[in-house]
């Protein structure tokens, strides 16, 4: 099965609206990271969470490790939030590998 | 902030011809990844390498080889292109395995086998 769920799958926001995206994992993870993929396709790493909290400018990130979850917030969303945030874990540290879940989907509207 | 180049960003390859994908890196990391992104799967692992002229399977490696000929350039070869490779390859690198590193990625070529 998939080891790694995303959801939503997508997500529409006004400006200025918050938002939380969730990633559940089937196996323990050693490394869990975000990322952002633009619309035109390219990949961003926002954050790097494998356990805890972690804040960076309008984004905090806070993984459960035993629990096998981290959720993504997005506080105060703008119109260049918009694209694809992934999530992916490396669920054995063997070789620096990650598994990455398919991504939310979010539209932000003016 | 580690800088990872592709080329070419896009191409079209005809179904049984060769294809040879190219990715750089500066910022001196031993791990390099190849990935391909498809709808509805994500991006998956094809190969990745640890150290120059030697290469690692990832969870897809049928119908890819891989090449690290140095720490930074690290090659991706179809030897007979088909549809199914139709796709998005991603390239990335990361520092050697500690705990909490990052992978970073490059732009990405798309790739169209006719």
């Known amino acids: 099965g998939q080891q790694v769920q995303q959801s939503p799958a997508s997500l529409v926001l006004q400006e200025g609206e918050n938002a939380e995206l969730q990633c559940n994992f089937s196996?323990?993870?050693?490394?869990l990271q975000w990322f952002y993929q633009s619309p035109g396709g390219s990949l961003v790493s926002l954050l790097s969470n494998p356990s805890g909290t972690k804040h960076t400018g309008r984004l905090t990130s806070t993984t459960v490790t035993k629990e096998r979850r981290s959720s993504l917030h997005i506080s105060s969303s703008q119109t260049t939030d918009s694209g694809t945030y992934l999530c992916a874990i490396d669920p054995n540290s063997a070789g620096n590998k990650l598994t990455f879940g398919i991504g939310t989907r979010v539209l932000v509207r003016p | 902030e580690a800088a990872v180049t592709q080329s070419p960003r896009s191409k079209v390859a005809v179904t049984g011809g060769k294809v040879t994908l190219s990715c750089h890196q500066t910022n001196n990391h031993d791990y390099m990844y190849w990935y391909r992104q498809d709808t509805g799967h994500g991006l998956r692992l094809i190969h990745y390498s640890y150290v120059a002229d030697s290469t690692e399977k990832g969870d897809i490696p049928d119908g890819y080889k891989a090449s690290r000929p140095s720490q930074e350039n690290f090659s991706l070869i179809l030897e007979l292109a088909s549809l199914s490779q139709t796709a998005v390859y991603f390239c990335?690198?990361?520092?050697?395995?500690?705990?909490?590193?990052?992978?970073?990625f490059g732009p990405g070529t798309r790739l169209t086998v006719l």
């Open positions: 196996s323990t993870a050693t490394q």
């Open positions: 990335a690198s990361s520092e050697l395995g500690a705990y909490s590193y990052e992978q970073y």
